[in-house]
C-alpha cells in the first residue's frame, strides 16, 4: 500500500459526459502529480500540484482541470469525454516540489468511456 | 522536445536467465528513476540515479547512469517469475529538477518457469 488514495477504481460513461477523480495523497506529501496511462502512449504526465498551487503542466487538454484542496487531497475533472480518454489515470504524490524525489502512486482510476 | 526511449519493448526470458533494458535520453538527465509496475498494478520507484557514471544495485538488480547522463540501464541476474512487469525509466524534461517528469514506453518483461 502506498499511501495514495485513489477514487473510483473503475468508471464507466459515456461520450460527451463529465466525471471527476479523486486523489488523497499519502500523509505530509504536498505534491501531487496526475498521469494518464493508455496503451498506445504509454504514462503521460498531465499536471503537478504543489501546496495547492500548480507547479507544472504536461500534455493535457483542455477538457481536462485540476485542483489541489487545502487538505491537500486533488481531483481531475475530465469534461466532454471522447472514446480516446479511456484510460488509466493515475495520481502520485511526493514530499517535495522537486521531481527529482520519489513519487507514490496510488492504485489508479480505470475509466472507461462508451 | 526531450525524449525518453527504452528498448527493448518486450522481453521474454525462462526464469534464471538475466534481463536488461536500456533507456536512452535525447537530451542530458539531471537525473533518471526506474518505475516496476506489476501486471493490473500502480507503477512503484525502485531507484534514483544522479550522478555520471553512477551505478548502484539492490540486490539482484543493478542500475547504471550513463557517463553522459544521457543513458541507463537495469539489469537483473537470474530472473525470478517475481520480476515480471513493466519497467520504466523516468527522467525531468528540460534537464531539471522541476516541471515534468517523462517516462520511457517501458520494457515488458515475461517470466517462464
Known amino acids: 500500500d502506498s499511501g495514495v488514495t485513489q477514487t473510483p477504481k473503475h468508471l464507466i460513461t459515456a461520450t460527451g459526459q463529465r466525471v471527476t477523480l479523486r486523489c488523497s495523497p499519502r500523509?505530509?506529501?504536498?505534491?501531487v502529480y496526475w498521469y494518464q496511462q493508455s496503451l498506445d502512449q504509454g504514462l503521460q504526465f498531465l499536471i503537478q500540484?504543489?501546496?495547492?498551487?500548480?507547479?507544472a503542466k504536461g500534455n493535457i487538454l483542455e477538457r481536462f482541470s485540476a485542483q489541489q484542496f487545502p487538505d491537500l487531497h486533488s481531483e481531475l475533472n475530465l469534461s466532454s469525454l471522447e472514446l480516446g480518454d479511456s484510460a488509466l489515470y493515475f495520481c502520485?504524490?511526493?514530499?517535495?516540489?522537486?521531481?527529482?524525489?520519489?513519487?507514490?502512486f496510488g492504485q489508479g482510476t480505470r475509466l472507461t468511456v462508451v | 522536445g526531450q525524449q525518453v526511449m527504452q528498448i527493448p519493448q518486450y522481453q521474454h526470458v525462462q526464469e534464471g536467465e538475466d534481463f536488461t533494458t536500456y533507456c536512452n535520453s535525447s537530451?542530458?538527465?539531471?537525473?533518471i528513476q526506474w518505475y516496476k509496475q506489476r501486471p493490473g498494478g500502480h507503477p512503484v520507484f525502485l531507484i534514483q540515479?544522479?550522478?555520471?557514471?553512477e551505478v548502484k544495485k539492490q540486490k539482484r538488480l543493478t542500475f547504471q547512469f550513463g557517463e553522459a547522463k544521457k543513458n541507463s540501464s537495469l539489469h537483473i541476474t537470474a530472473t525470478q517469475t517475481t520480476d515480471v512487469g513493466t519497467y520504466f525509466c523516468?527522467?525531468?524534461?528540460?534537464?531539471?529538477?522541476?516541471?515534468?517528469?517523462?517516462f520511457g514506453q517501458g520494457t515488458i518483461l515475461t517470466v517462464h518457469p
Open positions: 502520485a504524490s511526493s514530499a517535495f516540489s522537486r521531481i527529482d524525489t520519489e513519487a507514490f
Open positions: 500523509s505530509g506529501d504536498l505534491s
Open positions: 500540484y504543489y501546496n495547492g498551487e500548480e507547479r
Open positions: 537530451t542530458t538527465l539531471s537525473n
Open positions: 540515479l544522479v550522478k555520471s557514471g
Open positions: 523516468a527522467g525531468p524534461r528540460g534537464g531539471t529538477s522541476y516541471g515534468k517528469l517523462t
